[in-house]
């Protein structure tokens, strides 16, 4: 991939989270949006795009239609990952 593609990649990601944020972040569970390198199976593929970060990663099947994460946003792919609940000390 050239460093033309990633740029491309990485402001696409960029206008979609903008975009959406506030849409992803008012969805049950979701604790963070950002934008990164996704990953399937636990390895990280080259494609940029919105991390979407859960405090838990629930069964589709127990979550409403409204509550599921799209599986891409304006052509960028959404990759959610559980993180645990963030904290402060």
């Not at 991939?1 to 972040?25: G, T």
Request: glycine residues 8%.
């Amino acid at each position: 991939m050239s460093q033309n593609d990633v740029n491309q990649q990485l402001q696409r990601a960029a206008d979609a989270q903008q975009k959406y944020s506030d849409y992803l972040m008012g969805l049950p569970h979701v604790i963070g949006v950002a934008v990164g390198y996704t990953s399937r199976h636990g390895q990280r593929e080259a494609e940029i795009g919105l991390i979407v970060m859960v405090d838990e990663k629930l069964p589709v099947a127990q979550l409403a239609e409204s509550e599921i994460v799209p599986r891409q946003l304006d052509g960028v792919r959404v990759d959610v990952q559980e993180t645990g609940a963030f904290s402060t000390f």
